[in-house]
């Protein structure tokens, strides 16, 4: 049984960095294939991919927030760290983290991690 | 990026089919993945490459893709089913998209 959690803070304040760590089982970041994404809700509002870290460290980020993020693995501690720069108040949100699936040229996340709301606001 | 549309909401009474749909630029040459998002819940998914269902989700799901539209359908609209619905795709330009949501509504 694969599972998620995202841990950090649950209020930082504008201009200041966050850090949010997804702790996972049931899987390992060493299997080829394996890859593990963040994504992003603010309150009432749709889904917004963020980043995804794959098995071989390959990384990709959102266009629009590339300069911001950055995503690392710990494959002995079965965790994955994003961090974003510069937070804004727009930039309040639940956070989430999801175990990648892929097929023929496909990939999405399934399952995904409870959640985690950040609040940016001095 | 990739524009993924999807109306915001859809009605539907108990017992009826609802469709959901999620627009985008030749879309049916891409995989299409959906999700279930219940209030205060993390999303859920239901249905990937296009027509899949994980295990554990019913038959009632479905899901099919072609020229510019992808729909996830649900059969026999049960209350439980009210909750936002997300399309999503990946490609090697965009890498990973999200559609608006679909709020559908049991009546």
């Known amino acids: 049984q694969i599972t998620l959690k995202e841990t950090g803070p649950t209020l930082v304040k504008p201009t200041q960095t966050l850090t949010l760590t997804c702790t996972f089982s049931?899987?390992?970041?060493?299997?080829?294939?394996?890859?593990v994404g963040w994504i992003r809700q603010p309150p009432g509002k749709a889904l917004e991919w963020l980043a995804v870290?794959?098995?071989?460290?390959?990384?990709r980020y959102s266009p629009s927030l590339t300069r911001r993020l950055t995503i690392t693995k710990d494959t002995s501690k079965n965790q994955v760290v994003l961090t974003m720069t510069n937070m804004d108040p727009v930039d309040t949100a639940t956070y989430y983290c999801?175990?990648?699936?892929?097929?023929?040229?496909?990939?999405?996340?399934?399952?995904w991690g409870q959640g985690t709301l950040v609040t940016v606001s001095s | 990026s990739y524009v993924l549309t999807q109306s915001p909401s859809v009605s539907v009474a108990p017992g009826q089919t609802a469709r959901i749909t999620c627009g985008g630029d030749?879309?049916?040459?891409?995989?299409v993945h959906w999700y279930q998002q219940k209030p205060g819940q993390a999303p859920v998914l239901v249905v990937f490459?296009?027509?899949d269902r994980p295990s554990g989700i019913p038959e009632r799901f479905s899901g099919s893709n072609s020229g510019n539209t992808a729909t996830l359908t649900i059969s026999r609209v049960e209350a439980g089913d009210e909750a936002d619905y997300y399309c999503?795709?990946?490609?090697?330009?965009?890498?990973?998209?999200f559609g608006g949501g679909t709020k559908l509504t049991v009546l």
């Open positions: 999801a175990h990648r699936r892929y097929g023929d040229y496909s990939g999405w996340f399934d399952p």
């Open positions: 049931g899987f390992s970041l060493r299997t080829g294939g394996v890859g």
């Open positions: 870290i794959y098995w071989d460290d390959d990384k």
């Open positions: 030749n879309i049916g040459s891409k995989s």
């Open positions: 490459d296009d027509s």
């Open positions: 999503q795709v990946w490609d090697s330009s965009s890498d990973y998209s």
